[in-house]
Antibody, heavy 126, light 110 residues
């Protein structure tokens, strides 16, 4: 059974940094891309970043580009999100999610979030 | 950037009734790159439908997705008590990878 557990959240002052971790188990971690998705209190979902299974490619939402870095250590079955220059608007529950790739009959590749962790709360406040 | 607009914002129905949730995209969604997720309070989202109409593993067949282009629908044929939750649609652009969610529809018990 797929299990994802996030950690590292907490209260941090604006402008400071924080690193989140997400450990996966129950599946071949090194075979899957991984995402971070966040949800501000009482709000909807916002995709943050994705990293390919081998770490070779990384993509970010415009709202975090240049401030956040996604990385992974397949020997530890863990994906990370390094968050720098934090702002009040970064306050959210941060979920990690597994990348579910579907190859269609036309050989297009669809990408979805098929398993999620329970999330870790990050509060940016002075 | 494609914007997804979900309607209604809140839907009040009774168990046993049929629910129809809408998701409209500001531009054509390529090759039905659209998914639906269910989220209950305090829980992570759960993938229900991907590719506009394919049910994810373990999802009951009372959930179905349809649509193409800019208009997509999630239908729950007969509501069960556990179906009352918030539902999000989500689209995917493949180059470069970008993922966008709608604002959500809250399905509440009438």
């Amino acid at each position: 059974q797929v299990h994802l557990v996030e950690s590292g959240g907490g209260v941090v002052q604006p402008g400071r940094s924080l690193r989140l971790s997400c450990e996966g188990s129950g599946f071949p971690f090194r075979s899957y891309g991984m995402h971070w998705v966040r949800q501000a209190p009482g709000k909807g979902l916002e995709w943050v970043a994705v990293i390919r299974n081998d770490g070779s490619q990384k993509y970010y939402a415009d709202s975090v580009k240049g401030r956040f870095t996604i990385s992974r250590d397949n020997s530890k079955n863990t994906v990370y999100l390094e968050m720098n220059s934090l702002r009040a608007e970064d306050t959210a529950v941060y979920f990690c999610a597994r990348d579910f790739v579907v190859v269609t009959v036309t050989m297009d590749k669809e990408s979805w979030f098929d398993s999620w962790g329970q999330g870790t709360l990050v509060v940016v406040s002075s | 950037e494609i914007v997804l607009t979900q309607s209604p914002g809140t839907l009040s129905l009774s168990p046993g009734e049929r629910a129809t949730l809408s998701c409209r995209a500001s531009q054509t969604v390529k090759t039905n790159y659209l998914a639906w997720y269910q989220q209950k309070p305090g829980q992570a989202p759960r993938l229900l439908i991907y590719g506009a109409s394919s049910r994810a593993t373990g999802i009951p067949d009372r959930f179905s997705g349809s649509g193409s282009g800019t208009d997509f629908t999630l239908t729950i044929s007969r509501l069960e008590p556990e179906d009352f939750a918030v539902y999000y649609c989500q689209q995917f652009i493949d180059s470069p990878p970008t993922y966008t969610f709608g604002q959500g529809t809250k399905l509440e018990i009438k």
